[in-house]
């Protein structure tokens, strides 16, 4: 059996993957919380977790792996959208929930076996928050529940933050009844026009991190193997949903916590200020999702990843390149051992696009094949991936060639050969524009 290596943010060590049971892996990935188009930077992680989701299948079997990417549909934001836009929440979640599938499909993400919804776990949360108030770890202040954080002898484990930054991370909810200052809520009190579930502690509604732990424990058990997310979910999200999980059952919550880098664009932080802020679905129409989701894989997932443009129109080149060997190729019937061996250790994607890369021969073809389609990609046909418009990339050089040469046809006289010529442009899906300037030309709709 293959070993997997994982970097573990606890441990901060790569570290052989072992199993709680071989026969019954589980993995859990933090979803998106659903109230607009989902940005460029979220579908990373569900990129990157999405090859350690099929990496598990292989090697254990796909009978034998369960993956849960939770949906938060109660937030302030959402509760925002749908006041600014006069509608429900539920208007607001069930058309962002549908999107965003479409998102992590169009990437080429196969869908997890579970995708629980915060909305319809109250009652477990309800019942966690009494689990803590009954062992000393949460207390009941002002229509709050908060979770105590010096109740937890080893609260702050997973950051390794010190005292001064963990009350820094929870000064958002600075508050005067709280015990200590770093104490975060689990519960809300919401007022009558906002939306609320009713409790022993009145009607509110819970905290986001509370949300994740009763997911996790309702679907997957008090222990699983693997909980992942971005980095910046570390702390506070992965460190409160560790002390709410571990305070309740009493046993270690997660074996291995890994977490991806962030996404920059350009070289610089995304954001809407900045003007480089890009939804997924935008991306898509731009550029196809297999030239995506090959953008988003080019580095390794704990490095940051940088997206341009000329990225992505480079990946697609990279795609023309591997689809044009493929052409009429069946797949090998075995993964490349290169490609295997790459993503176990550590999904080393660089290391496996490179592989892919070496097996770009027409001798190898079959097994280049195989071992794209592994990872997500190469999933169409060659002759679906020219005529979807979403492949071959107009060269440049080879267009002001053609217009250069259907010029000289013209100063000759020879209209036939300029006819010609205007007639492969247009194939090429060039479309030209003769003015007082010279020739113009542009890529035909
Ligand atoms: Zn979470």
Redesign the pocket.
Known sequence: MTDIYVYNTETRAKQKFEPIDAKNIRM?V??VTVYDYAHIGNARPYTVFDLLYRLLRHVYGTEHVTYAR?I?DIEDKIMQRAADEGVGIKTITSRYTKIFKEDMQSLGSLDPDLEPKATEHLPQMIKMMRDLIEKGHAYVADGHVMFHVPSMENYGRLSRHSRDELVAGARVEVASFKKDPADFVLWKPSTDDQVGWNSPWGRGRPG??L??SCMVEEHLGTEIDIHA?GQD?IFP??EN?IAQSECTHGKQFVRYWMHNGYLTVDGVKMSKSLGNFYTIRELLEQHGGEAMRLSLLTAHYRQPVDFSHDNAVEQKKRLDRWYRLVDGVAPASEVPSSVINALSDDLNTPKALAALDALATSETAASLKAGAQFMGLLMQSSDEWFKGGLGESIDVDEVEGLIEDRLKARQNKDFSESDRIRDRLAEMGVLLEDGPSGTSWRKAD
């Open positions: 859990y933090c979803g939770n938060t986001w991190h949300e994740c997310g979910l999200h992965h949903e």
